[in-house]
């Protein structure tokens, strides 16, 4: 089973995809896009070019566990995506994940320029791996 998670920014997307086991997330990069129909273009591409089974989407929930507005336009994609995509889609709150995924990048000693390049893919892994550590217990083997 292959999952996919995008981190959706305002105009970047970041990507990450799991193993075949489902057991660990790894970076695939970022694109960018103009408008909803868009977006949804180039996720059904992502699909169906890495062949997934499942996706999640990161859930911007704010710190104080409230859904605010960038969370009800993820909340609102992830409705159309089910109605357009035969794969189960999901949530997953992402809370902190681009400061992880900062953090990560300052300790691995790359500039700032280099760190925004590759900000929004590496928070993408952060979300979806911890998608993948809280199902963990739920995996069937």
């Known amino acids: 089973m292959r ?67 960038s969370a009800k336009k993820i909340l609102q994609l992830a409705d159309t995506l089910r109605k357009k995509l035969t794969v189960p889609i999901n949530v997953f709150d992402e809370r902190l994940s681009t400061v992880m995924a900062e953090n990560f990048l300052k300790e691995a000693d790359l500039s700032r320029k280099k760190r925004k390049k590759v900000i929004d893919t590496s928070s993408a892994q952060i979300i979806l791996q911890g998608y993948l550590d809280a199902r963990g217990t739920k995996r069937e083997d």
């Not at 105009?11 to 990069?29: F, T, W």
């Not at 960018?32 to 868009?38: T, V």
């Open 3 to 69: 999952i996919i998670g995008f981190d959706i920014g305002t105009k970047r997307i970041g990507v990450a995809l799991s193993d075949q086991l489902a057991i660990a997330a790894n970076a695939k990069g970022v694109f960018e896009y103009k408008g909803e129909e868009e977006l949804i273009e180039k996720i059904k591409e992502r699909i169906k070019q890495f062949e997934v089974d499942e996706v999640v989407l990161g859930l911007p929930v704010n710190m104080n566990g409230t859904i605010g507005e």
